[in-house]
């Protein structure tokens, strides 16, 4: 099977973001959610969450969303932010909307991976211990045609960048392993794993090669960096 369209997925309660598209076209799809009045009334791809919604409210709503867009997009591969490494400060609702999404997809037959957010911090910047504003930084750089960050909020855009690192991760790794039959270096044609840079080079390896991204996290924030 060809995985062509993915959905990445900057899951919380208070400002998921998500991008999705069909990784042989240069268009994507974008969106968020916030319940605040200035980025709903002000940007057409922010989803609205009431200010009356319990966590379970709003829990009902992103993930009935989520399940509509990846019906309607014909989504076959979800790249999904894992929890931080060792995080205390997960809830209930957020453990239960990850775990809704990965039930819903084994139902449906959509594969799906979980990356941890240092990994994608590495791969996005070279740098395992990014800042926010460097992930800013890198998704204005590769994404500033396709997403108008100057319509979103400061905090929407921290969303928005952590979601689209997801994004070009699966483009890249895609297109790396021919759509998923092998890596471009096993088969012979090394023209487009050739050109990433080093630190992208590993982290699609890594995936490619299904080691645990999650247990290492924790190892890569101490010692990684390009």
């Known amino acids: 099977m060809s995985y062509k369209k993915i959905l990445t ?11 999705w598209g069909d990784i042989t076209s240069d268009k994507i799809g974008y969106s968020y959610f916030s319940d605040k009045k200035k980025d709903y009334e002000n940007n057409s791809h922010c989803q609205k969450l009431l200010k009356e919604y319990t966590s379970d409210d709003k829990l009902d709503y992103i993930i009935s969303y989520y399940i509509n867009l990846l019906d309607k997009e014909g989504i ?15 809830n209930d609702a957020f453990k239960e909307g990850y775990g809704l999404i990965k039930y819903y997809a084994r139902q449906n037959g959509i594969k799906y991976q979980l990356i941890p957010p240092i990994t994608s911090k590495l791969y996005f ?9 460097d992930m800013i930084n890198q998704a204005v750089n590769q994404f500033g045609k396709q997403v108008e960050f100057e319509t979103i909020s400061k ?7 952590d979601a689209l690192s997801l994004y070009s991760l699966g483009v890249d790794y895609f297109n790396c392993t021919d759509l ?3 890596l471009y270096f096993q088969t012979g044609d090394i ?3 050739d050109f990433l840079p080093p630190h992208r080079k590993m982290v699609v390896a890594k995936l490619y090669y299904r080691q645990d991204l999650y247990k ?6 101490k ?4």
């Open 216 to 221: 290492q996290a924790d190892k890569e924030r």
């Open 155 to 161: 905090k929407h855009q921290e969303d928005i960048a």
């Open 191 to 193: 023209k487009y794993y």
């Open 76 to 90: 076959n591969y979800i790249f999904l932010e894992s929890p931080s490494y060792n995080s205390v400060n997960t």
């Open 125 to 133: 910047t070279g740098n395992a211990r990014a800042e926010k504003q």
């Open 180 to 182: 998923g039959r092998g």
């Open 223 to 226: 010692t990684l960096q390009f």
């Open 9 to 19: 997925i900057d899951f919380s309660l208070t400002g998921s973001a998500f991008i």
